[in-house]
C-alpha cells in the first residue's frame, strides 16, 4: 500500500487522517487480529482507530491487546468502572486525546454516569468521587506524572480505601499500559472515531 493509499484508507470522518502512518486494511491483517477486531466492532458498532493505527506494525498490535485484555478483563479487586476511571484520569494527565475521548466513553458506559469522564479528565480533584475513587485517582496520577513520588504513603491509602496489594498493582499496571498508549497515540496523532463522543451520554 502505497503512503496516499494509507492516508486515504485512514482518514477520519471530517478528511483528517487518524495516523501519521499508513494505516493498513482489515483485510491485510493476520487473521487472529482480523478477528479479534472484528468482534469489537460486533460489539460496539464501529472498529476503534486505535486498532487500525496501531495495526501498521501487527506484532505490537497483537501484544498490545494481549496485555490489555489481561488487566482490563481479568477477575479482581478493582470494578471494571475503576479500571477505565485509571486510564481517563491517567490520560488527562498525559494530555491523551484519543484515550481521553475512547476511554471516557467506555467510562460513562460502565459507571452509568454522563459526567464523571468529563469531570475527571478536567479536574478529577473536583469530580464526583467517593474516597475510594479519590485515593484511586491520586495514586494513579502519581504514577503517571511523578513516578518517584509513589511511596508507602500512597500504598497505605489505597489499602485504607480496600483495596488488596494484588489490586494496588493492577492500578500501577493499567497507568503503566496506558502510558505506552498515551505516548503512542502522540507518536501517530491518533485520531478518535466521532462515535465516542455521544457514546454513554
Known amino acids: 500500500m502505497s503512503h ?18 499508513p494505516v493498513p486494511d482489515l483485510d491485510e491483517l ?13 460489539r460496539s458498532g464501529f472498529v476503534p482507530n486505535v486498532f487500525l493505527a496501531m495495526a501498521h506494525r501487527p506484532d505490537e498490535l497483537r501484544a498490545f491487546l494481549d496485555y490489555h485484555d489481561a488487566l482490563m478483563e ?18 488527562a494527565a ?7 475521548v475512547a476511554h471516557g466513553a467506555i467510562l460513562r458506559i460502565r459507571a452509568k454516569d454522563p459526567k464523571l469522564a468529563d469531570q475527571v479528565a478536567i479536574d478529577w480533584r473536583s469530580a464526583d468521587l467517593d474516597d475510594r ?3 484511586i ?6 504514577l503517571a506524572t511523578e513516578p518517584a513520588a509513589f511511596d ?18 493492577d492500578v500501577g499496571a493499567i497507568t503503566a499500559l496506558f502510558a505506552l498508549s498515551n505516548r503512542m497515540a ?16
Open 4 to 21: 496516499d493509499d494509507a492516508t486515504g484508507a485512514s482518514a477520519h470522518a471530517a478528511g483528517t487522517p487518524i495516523s501519521r502512518y
Open 30 to 42: 493476520p487473521d487472529d487480529l482480523r478477528e479479534r477486531i472484528g468482534a469489537v466492532a460486533e
Open 74 to 91: 481479568r477477575d479482581s479487586g478493582l470494578s471494571k468502572a475503576e479500571r477505565e476511571l485509571i486510564v481517563v484520569v491517567t490520560s
Open 94 to 100: 498525559n494530555d491523551c486525546l484519543y484515550c481521553v
Open 133 to 135: 475513587a479519590r485515593a
Open 137 to 142: 485517582c491520586e495514586a494513579a496520577v502519581t
Open 152 to 169: 508507602d504513603a500512597l500504598r497505605d491509602r489505597l489499602r485504607a480505601v480496600g483495596l488488596s496489594d494484588e489490586d494496588i498493582w
Open 186 to 201: 502522540h507518536l501517530l496523532r491518533m485520531r478518535p472515531n466521532d462515535e465516542f463522543y455521544t457514546l454513554g451520554r
